[in-house]
């Protein structure tokens, strides 16, 4: 579990927040009647460093951007939106 340090109310558990998605996401949407409105989400998944958005959904209910290591889980910054 991480321990996520939030601008706002200080170092917080993982479960209170709800990650969104990996700033370097590509969203697509899609117009196709069976999936009309359909948000379809893709990235490359590599190794090394991603900036993520992340909502502090049980806490103070403020958007974060997380930078953090995708194989060590280590979080370098985390800055509100």
């Known amino acids: 579990m991480l321990l996520i ?8 558990n993982q479960e209170e927040f709800a990650y969104e998605r990996s700033v370097d996401s590509v ?3 899609d117009d196709a009647p069976a999936v009309a ?3 379809l989400y893709t990235r490359a998944n590599l190794r090394g460093e991603d ?3 992340w909502c502090h959904a049980h806490g103070c209910g403020q958007w974060l951007r997380m930078t953090r290591d995708r194989v060590t889980h280590a ?7």
């Open 27 to 29: 969203v697509r949407i």
């Open 51 to 53: 900036h993520e958005i």
């Open 5 to 12: 340090p939030c601008p706002h109310c200080g170092p917080r």
């Open 37 to 39: 409105m359909a948000a």
């Open 75 to 81: 979080i370098r910054n985390v800055e509100a939106l």
